[in-house]
């Protein structure tokens, strides 16, 4: 289509002649004080009307098609080209106070994290999270999402925290509190939460009355952290989620959710000698139960056997089922200063293990308030039994306050109560510095 | 083995299940009319003027909301997924929101670059493009270029045109009826920036301060001067230092006047006009700020109106 289809139709006649003279000397008005504006800000003398300015003034007008609107937008983006969005965050950490349990260092830049992301081709995008802590560079997350899939799908391929319940998506720098809830740590396999290599595809489904209705399916290779390991390639893990929101009024909404996960965990690692049927010991010499020590002192040697993996007549699983809920408040006229958000998760635990079962459950409910632009309170309560004996259980509380100099850094101060199923507790303060450089990064929903 | 292939076939009925969803229940409405999503009320009531009856449109962001700081909800996502157009504002002022959308969207119309895909910056004149050195230093400084450029009519005029352009190419046989839209809107349009050209000529040269810079546009095209900002930075909230500096500036040159978007806490320029001897007015940057301007020219009209009043001319 010609950008002057509009004008293409009809006999130019005086009048129209008139008023794209007019639209051009108005051009030039724009270009002369964009120029000056920017020569302003480049902290350049304010020279006006100089000669550069109108030769620049008169290249740049005389290069916007005729008898239309000046080229004068910045939808270009022309200073990174085809450059991938780069962003880099850091996120230091320091820890006062004495926890025997779970010490982190009292002070250490406890992961910094870039990501690129861009847009691969009509079809796809790809994001890349990059983070590098006290044991190295690791891929976060790496994944190409399929934004025109048919059929109302959205397709991810890659390495991906997975999508069971609502804090685990999330990277560390987009928590409302220092560390993660207790269910993470006792339930997801650790710290860093159901992180793994695969597939994921979502999907929107008919609901009715205005309700958004998503579910979502997932499948993975099978190893993320203590929670599931593959020993197979047959050992992939598989998690859906259905998530249902609904908007309760123009400021407030209500998200609830249900998750499952299921895969393989390290009971399936145990080796075996055919000797006797009853010598057992997996790969890194823990769990023995007969044999002599090595020469080493560390190392097994045992009677000639041949090893060997699957001795053990079944496989063992790990199941979770999640179940999340977050209220949402945001007046829009006032919404750069006031907010609510609370949020409630509990997981369940299905840990097969030789020996029987381990069922085990945990929770987290927390409230997060903004006081002011810059000020956030918050609490949070923890429950959680462990996956692995869930006999024991570890219960805290925390208070949490954030203070955002800018969109682009944050403070915060965690006060934190934590009881340990051994009959430790623990108080500790630990503070957080997050800074933003480079690409703004728009935050999940 | 037998729980194993149990567990198969559950995964392979729970994803089979969600693959035979009828498609048609979320896919786009086979209506004649061009389903169009904008970010903003005022790309709306552009789109509204020149799409006419032809058209179906609503906006993500509402007109009292501060535009960067909209919360990107699902409940959007079944407005985009429908979208045959979504008209941005572009130069990164919905950056912070925006893109997770888009992309959640399952709408390839209106993914970047797509057919549906329209961006209203690329048609505007827009102004303070930084040059040189830019960075985070000078606050959230946008390196494109100022993104309120819609509060000139000229880019008004040209945004609407570059819109009834690209409905006229998502529906090829209704061009006719959106030239003409377009050629009564430029048509009342120009009219109109004539009276307010004539209203604002007494308040030419006029000094007055703004809470964040939202108006060059609008001050460069009737005229008025900006002289100062109650934000130090843009998107940097006022500090003492810097909110007794202005005052002091206030007083010296004698400005009269404070514009203050309706999402800004009026507390410090309530300060600020009290310590001053100025007046606050809360102006509009976006149509529907206020329940009365259901379009653009509306938002003209109601903030000359205004500033009129303000200056007691």
Known sequence: ?445 | MKQKRLFVQRSAVAVLAALLVPAFAVSPAAAKNLNVMTTTEDLAALAREVGGQHVVVDSIARGYQDPHFVEAKPSFLLKLLKADVLLVVGLDLETGWLPPLITQSRNARIQPGGAGYHDASAAAAVLDKPSGQVSRAMGDVHPLGNPHYWLDPENGRRIAKAIAERFAQLDPEDTAYFTQRFQDFDRRLQEADKRWLQEMAPLKGTAVITYHRSWPSFVNHFGVEVVGYVEPKPGIPPTPAHTLALINQMKKDQIKLILVEPYFDLKTPNAIAQQSGAKVLVMLPSVGGVPEVKDYLQLFDYNIRLLKMALGR
């Open chain 1, 1 to 445: 289509m010609s950008p002057s289809f509009l004008w293409g139709q009809e006999t130019v006649s005086a009048d129209e002649r008139y008023r794209a003279l007019e639209e051009r000397i108005r051009s030039l008005e724009s270009v002369v004080a964009s120029l000056k504006t920017a020569l302003e800000a480049s902290g350049a003398a304010a020279t006006p009307a100089s000669a550069a300015t109108e030769i620049a003034a008169a290249q740049a007008v005389s290069q916007a098609p005729e008898s239309t609107a000046p080229a004068l937008g910045g939808a270009g983006g022309m200073a990174k080209v085809l450059n991938p969005d780069i962003g880099v965050i850091g996120n230091f950490i320091g820890a006062a106070g004495r926890n025997p349990l779970a010490p982190v260092p009292a002070l250490s830049l406890h992961e910094s994290e870039f990501a690129f992301k861009a847009v691969v081709d009509p079809y796809a995008r790809a994001d890349f999270f990059v983070a590098i802590g006290a044991e190295g560079a690791e891929i976060e997350e790496g994944y190409l999402t399929f934004t025109a899939l048919p059929g109302g799908f959205l397709g991810k391929v890659g390495r991906m925290r997975s999508n069971f319940g609502k804090f685990n998506p999330l990277h560390n720098h987009l928590l409302p509190w220092v560390d993660r809830p207790l269910i993470s740590t006792n339930l997801l396999g650790g710290d860093e939460g159901i992180v793994d290599e695969g597939l994921h595809i979502s999907r929107i489904l008919p609901a009715p009355a205005g309700l958004f209705l998503e579910g979502s399916a997932e499948l993975y290779q099978g190893n993320s952290g203590e929670l599931f390991q593959s020993s197979r390639r047959s050992d992939v893990s598989s998690i859906y989620r259905l998530r249902s929101y609904k908007d309760l009024s123009e400021s407030t909404n209500l998200e609830v959710a249900g998750s499952y996960a299921r895969g393989h965990n390290d009971q399936n690692n145990w080796w075996s000698c055919y000797f006797d049927g009853t010598d057992t010991f997996a790969p890194d010499g823990s769990g023995v139960s007969g044999g002599q020590p090595g020469a080493d002192g560390v190392s097994v040697a045992f009677p000639p056997c041949i090893l060997a993996r699957g001795y053990l007549s079944r496989d063992f699983h790990t199941q979770l089922t999640g179940f999340d809920a977050t209220l949402h408040w945001k007046p829009l006229r006032r919404a750069i200063y006031h907010s609510f958000i609370a949020r409630a998760e509990a997981v369940w635990s299905r840990r097969q293990e030789e020996l029987g079962t381990q069922r085990a459950f945990g929770f987290y409910a927390s409230a997060d308030y903004q006081l002011a632009r810059r000020w956030f309170t918050g609490a949070r309560v923890d429950w959680a039994e462990r996956a692995r004996d869930a006999a024991m259980h570890d219960s805290a509380q925390s208070l949490v306050l954030t203070y955002w100099p800018s969109e682009f850094s944050q403070i915060r101060g965690q006060l934190r109560r934590t009881r340990y199923g051994e009959g430790t507790t623990a108080n500790e303060v630990l503070f957080q510095f997050q800074f933003n450089i480079g690409a703004h990064g728009a935050h999940p929903f």
